[in-house]
C-alpha cells in the first residue's frame, strides 16, 4: 500500500526548482512502469536475482565494533572505519586485509571515497577528518574546525568538496585544496548524523537527531525545504537518478520512508522493523529500485516501489551499522557490532 505518514516545512516557499531538477521524462515513464507492476501484483523480472544472494566473504581484523563501510568508485576496494580507532582497506573479491590507516584517536563513524578513487576521507570522534592517500597509506590532510564528534563525512560527486555533520549541529562544507570552510549551515536544532550529495550534484540532504531531514541547494549553500519524521532520523539516501531519497528513522519510529523530490510528498512508508533502521542505501543500478536497509542483524534487500521483502541477508552476530553497495550494485558490504566487514552477492559460477 502506498500512502502518506509525514509532514513537510518549506524552507524557502518563494523559490523553485532549477530546470534540471525535474525528473527526466524517461525516468518518468521507468518509475511508472514499475508501479504498474506492483499494482498489477507483479514483481520486476530482477527481483529473482536476489533470491541466491549469499554471504561470499567475512572480513576480521578490526579489535572493535565496526561503524563505517565504502566501497570504492571501480569497485576494487573496501574501506573500513572502527571503534579501534583504524580506517581498513580490503580487496573484496578475496576478503584479504591490504591496509590499515591509524591517526585517529576515537571512533571513526564515517568514510568515504574521492570519485577518482585515489583519496579516501574519514571522520571521527576526535573532531576531526582527516584525507589519506590510498595507494601509500598516509595521512595528507587533517581537517579541523567542528566542536565534537563527526558522524559523517561525504565527497562531493564531482570533487573538491566534502560535506561533514556533527553532534554540533552543523552541516559543515570543506574545499580540500585549500583545507578551509566554505559554508556552515546550522538549522538543524539536534545532532547531524548523516549527509549526502544528490549524485546530480544539485543538492544536499542532512538528517538529524531533531527529527528532520533538511535539503540544501549546492548553488548558495541555502535550505531549500525540510523533511520530518516523528523521532530522530538516522540516515538519507538519494536514489541513482536524483529524484527520490530515502530516509530511515531511529528511536521509536523505525520506519523507513521514500520521498519524491519534485513534490515533497511520501511514496511509500516502510515499517515492522524491531529495532532503529541504522542505514538504508539504493542500489547504484539505475534499472533496479533495490533497497539495501540495516537495523539489527539481519539486511532486508527490498523493493523500493512496492515495499515487498525481496531477500534477508543473515549472518553478523549483533547489530549492522551500515551497508553499502558495490557501483555496480551486484554485492553489498556490511559491517557491524561484532567487528566484522561482510561481502554478500550471488554465488560464483561453478568453474
Known amino acids: 500500500m502506498l500512502y502518506i505518514e509525514a509532514t513537510i516545512d518549506s524552507g524557502a516557499g518563494s523559490k523553485n526548482y532549477p530546470a534540471t531538477r525535474h525528473p527526466h521524462p524517461s525516468r518518468r515513464v521507468h518509475w511508472m512502469t514499475l508501479l504498474l507492476l506492483a499494482l498489477a501484483g507483479l514483481s520486476p523480472a530482477w527481483a529473482e536475482d536476489y533470491a541466491q544472494w549469499q554471504l561470499l ?192 528513522g531511529g528511536g521509536f519510529d523505525r520506519r523507513v520512508r521514500i520521498w519524491d523530490v519534485a513534490s515533497e510528498q511520501t511514496l511509500i512508508t516502510l515499517s515492522g522493523y524491531s529495532a532503529p533502521v541504522t542505514a538504508v542505501r539504493w542500489s547504484r543500478d539505475p534499472e533496479r529500485t533495490v533497497l539495501a536497509i540495516s537495523y539489527s542483524s539481519p539486511i532486508q534487500l527490498r523493493d523500493g516501489v512496492t515495499g515487498e521483502i525481496i531477500h534477508t541477508l543473515t549472518g553478523h552476530g549483533s547489530g549492522v551499522q551500515e551497508v553499502d553497495w558495490s557501483p555496480d550494485g551486484t554485492r553489498l558490504a556490511s559491517v557491524a557490532l561484532d567487528r566484522t566487514v561482510r561481502i554478500w552477492g550471488a554465488p560464483p559460477s561453478p568453474p
Open 57 to 248: 566473504h567475512t572480513m576480521r581484523g578490526h579489535a572493535a565494533a565496526v561503524y563505517a563501510v565504502a566501497w570504492s568508485p571501480d569497485g576494487s576496494l573496501v574501506a573500513s572505519g572502527s571503534e579501534d580507532e583504524t580506517v581498513r582497506i580490503w580487496d573484496p573479491q578475496t576478503g584479504e586485509l591490504l591496509s590499515t590507516l591509524r591517526g585517529h584517536t576515537d571512533t571513526i563513524a564515517s568514510v568515504s571515497w574521492s570519485p577518482d578513487g585515489l583519496w579516501l576521507a574519514s571522520s571521527s570522534g576526535d573532531r576531526t577528518i582527516k584525507i589519506w592517500d590510498v595507494a601509500s597509506g598516509t595521512e595528507v590532510q587533517t581537517l579541523t574546525g567542528h566542536t565534537n564528534g563527526i558522524f559523517s563525512v561525504s565527497w562531493y560527486p564531482y570533487g573538491g568538496y566534502l560535506a561533514s555533520g556533527a553532534i554540533d549541529r552543523t552541516v559543515r562544507i570543506w574545499d580540500i585544496a585549500s583545507g578551509s570552510e566554505v559554508a556552515i549551515m546550522d538549522g538543524h536544532t539536534g545532532w547531524v548524523g548523516c549527509v549526502s550529495w544528490s549524485p546530480d550534484g544539485f543538492w544536499l540532504a542532512s538528517a538529524s537527531d531533531d527529527t528532520t531531514t533538511k535539503v540544501w541547494y549546492v548553488g548558495d549553500w541555502s535550505l531549500f525545504y525540510t523533511l520530518r519524521h516523528p523521532d530522530n532520523i538516522r540516515w538519507v539516501d538519494w536514489s541513482p537518478d536524483s529524484t527520490q531519497l530515502a530516509t530511515a
